[in-house]
């Protein structure tokens, strides 16, 4: 019997799954390789950060979404290396498999830009893991507050910083604020929630720098007026326990605040870096791979890298973002074009993108969207990315509940995930201020 054509797929992120799912009723073998057992909604990553929604809200199970697709297996490991020439990848754990064609798209990590200490007292916002130690460091700043021996210390819990006023920067920026104006406004006793001071930093001369300039300033105006304050032109030079010291203009000033978040740039991941080399593809400063017009590496036309890992040019010239969107249609064209070559055609079409626009969601009824050229705001760019969001969840059910906690907290400002998990690094370090399993402190 003949063996199929065998795909690798690395990554089960948005270009990896569209891709999966195009090639469904292809007459090739599928597999799809992830570290992780679930495909991730990251736009919804910072509702989990703040409270609003649960991590299983966001998430479906790889094996559940690929279930009725014969031709696919799923496998949990980790990418660790590539021989390009003998078309095979190793996992982190030995195993190796050998393809015929090989799909990237594992993505991108934070970048702190070389300060990677920082990542201790300002986590980001790229995993399950690093939106619910946010929430606790969130969650848990209100709680010193209220048992704060001083004035001053209760202002340095109350003092949030978030740094990066992209579209994660703003989105956090607009749920802290909701959180102590409305959400946690009568919970405590001692303090006042909505005392709390919200500073939003970013390097650029304006916010949302990749949205058109009468977008960027509604989106500046609405979140100012959630009470935030938008510091622009500033570099971050310091983060520590104690806050952050940044630098502007030629003066270097001090900020006192146990509550930072990081919601700066992005690098590629250690296996982006091992692909690079082996296949000595030109890469940019953050690591993104260089790709052809066809998405395929230079001398490696087997090898296709879709989404933040693949650095694409449109007709114009212009670099593609790293959003959602050009990762999906990157997977889609990938499958269609190694069908395309089963099938015996050799002369592809050049991807194309075609842009449905860019959001960001600021607060209540608050958001920007560019769709199709036309600039929106307010409570109509809200509505339009409340639908799109909800019609991109991967799981009916998911939509259903995510739906109803949206609903229920319209109405009530209420968030139902308000749980203090884990420990970060902010927490007491005495000893005796900690408590073991059992609640008893060791």
Not at 95 to 119: C, H, K, M, P
Not at 307 to 320: I, R
Not at 391 to 416: A, C, D, K, N, P
Request: proline share 4%; glycine share 10%; with cysteine.
């Amino acid at each position: 019997m003949e063996q199929k054509h065998r795909v690798i797929i690395l990554g089960g992120g948005f270009g990896g799954l569209a891709a999966a799912k195009k090639l469904k009723r292809t007459p090739v073998e599928v597999t799809l390789i992830d570290k992780r057992n679930f495909h991730l909604f990251q736009p919804l990553m910072y509702q989990v950060a703040t409270g609003s929604l649960s991590p299983g809200e966001i998430a479906a199970p790889l094996r559940g979404v690929l279930s009725r697709q014969q031709n696919t297996q799923v496998l949990l490991g980790e990418a660790a290396d590539v021989d390009p020439v003998a078309k095979r990848v190793t996992l982190c754990y030995g195993a190796t498999f050998e393809y015929d064609s090989l799909i990237v798209a594992t993505g991108s990590q934070t970048s702190y830009y070389g300060n990677d200490s920082w990542r201790e007292w300002a986590p980001s916002l790229k995993s399950v893991e690093e939106a619910t130690a946010i929430r606790h460091k969130i969650l848990y700043a209100f709680e010193r507050a209220e048992r704060s021996a001083t004035e001053e210390e209760a202002r340095a819990w109350l003092t949030f910083v978030i740094v990066g006023a992209g579209a994660t920067g703003m989105e956090l920026a607009g749920a802290l604020a909701e959180i102590s104006q409305e959400t946690l406004r009568h919970d405590f006793r001692k303090i006042n929630p909505t005392e709390a001071r919200i500073i939003l930093m970013e390097g650029a001369p304006r916010v949302l720098g990749a949205f058109p300039e009468d977008l960027s300033a509604k989106a500046e105006k609405l979140v100012t007026r959630l009470g935030v304050e938008v510091v622009k032109g500033v570099m971050v030079t310091k983060i520590n326990k104690e806050g952050v010291e940044f630098k502007r203009g030629d003066s270097v000033e001090a900020l006192a605040a146990r509550t930072v978040l990081w919601a700066g740039g992005v690098v590629t991941t250690p296996f982006g870096r091992k692909l690079a080399e082996r296949t000595k593809a030109e890469t940019d400063r953050s690591g993104r791979i260089k790709v052809n017009r066809d998405l395929t590496i230079p001398a490696y036309l087997d090898i296709f890298i879709i989404g933040d890992l693949a650095l694409v040019v449109d007709e114009k010239g212009k670099q593609l973002p790293g959003v959602a969107q050009v990762a999906m249609q990157g997977g889609t064209y990938a499958a269609k074009a190694i069908r395309s070559r089963l099938e015996g055609k050799t002369e592809l079409p050049a991807f194309h993108y075609f842009n449905k626009g860019d959001m960001a969601v600021i607060g209540r009824a608050a958001a920007v969207a560019n769709i199709f050229g036309f600039h929106v705001s307010g409570l109509p760019a809200w509505l339009i990315w409340l639908f799109v969001h909800l019609i991109y969840i991967v799981e009916f059910q998911s939509r259903v509940i995510v739906f109803i906690q949206w609903g229920f907290e319209y109405l009530t400002f209420s968030r139902g995930a308000r749980l203090i998990t884990g420990e970060s690094a902010t927490d007491p370090m005495d000893p005796t201020a900690r408590t073991g399993a059992g609640g008893v402190c060791s």
